[in-house]
């Protein structure tokens, strides 16, 4: 399996435009989560889904920030206006929903720095 | 909520020995699932070991083992033999046996010198 795919793996933006990061999950996962990795806050769940339902967003850090997920292949997360706080390295996830104590497993990361 | 503590930012081991890193977690919960990642400088987050808190028996995956104390709240990990490769962070990271949110500490800088 190729695992968790990420793209871009680098990112770099000026303030104010849109960003989007993509994300496919591995084949059969029905869970898939987004993080954040800062040196400030460490790694820090934004949201994640269920069957492609968003279940807790509650780690979003503003309405500039929303995620999709259209279908079980793929997840985008987007940043609309961005700002240079955002600058961050950004990991999908995914994972067996059913499977108790399921690893998580990780794609690459985008490291995404906002001038 | 949960919190997971890793009070130990960075430490040091000399090559084929031993090291041991802490984690402490607060939680008000009886069964759920405590992870150890390792994230090298390719970022990759890479899972090292997993403990279920149901279990007494610590988990052990060949050169890495756990030590988890569950009425102290605590869950180190013990590489032995440590290679060069061992050089990374090291997360350790909380799940509830009813969701699937990870919780990470702050994350452990492992070196290993020659």
């Known amino acids: 399996d190729a695992g968790v795919i990420q793209s871009p793996r680098h990112e770099v933006t000026e303030m104010g435009q849109e960003v989007t990061l993509r994300c496919k999950p591995i084949?059969?996962?029905?869970?898939l989560f987004w993080y954040r990795q800062t040196m400030m806050r460490g790694l820090e769940l934004l949201i994640y889904?269920?069957?492609?339902?968003?279940?807790?967003d509650s780690g979003m850090p503003e309405d500039r920030f929303s995620a999709k997920m259209p279908n079980a292949s793929f997840s985008t997360l987007k940043i609309q206006p961005s700002e240079p706080r955002d600058s961050a390295v950004y990991f999908c996830?995914?994972?067996?929903?059913?499977?108790?104590?399921?690893?998580?497993?990780f794609g690459p990361g985008t490291r995404l720095t906002v001038l | 909520a949960q919190t997971v503590t890793q009070s130990q930012p960075e430490m040091s081991v000399q090559e084929a020995e031993t090291v041991t890193l802490s984690c402490t977690y607060d939680?008000?919960?009886?069964?759920?699932?405590l992870f150890w990642y390792k994230q090298p400088p390719s970022r990759q987050m890479i899972l090292v070991i997993r403990?279920?808190?149901?279990?007494?028996q610590n988990a052990t995956e060949n050169r890495f083992s756990v030590n988890f104390q569950k009425a102290a709240k605590s869950f180190s990990l013990k590489i032995s033999d440590s290679q060069l490769g061992d050089a990374a962070m090291y997360f350790c990271?909380?799940?509830?046996?009813?969701?699937?949110?990870?919780?990470f500490g702050a994350g452990t800088i492992l070196r290993v010198k020659s």
């Open positions: 990271a909380y799940r509830t046996t009813y969701g699937n949110k990870l919780v």
């Open positions: 996830a995914s994972s067996l929903a059913a499977l108790a104590g399921a690893e998580q497993f």
């Open positions: 084949s059969g996962h029905n869970s």
């Open positions: 889904f269920n069957n492609n339902v968003p279940i807790d």
């Open positions: 403990q279920e808190a149901y279990k007494q």
């Open positions: 939680t008000s919960e009886s069964d759920y699932y």
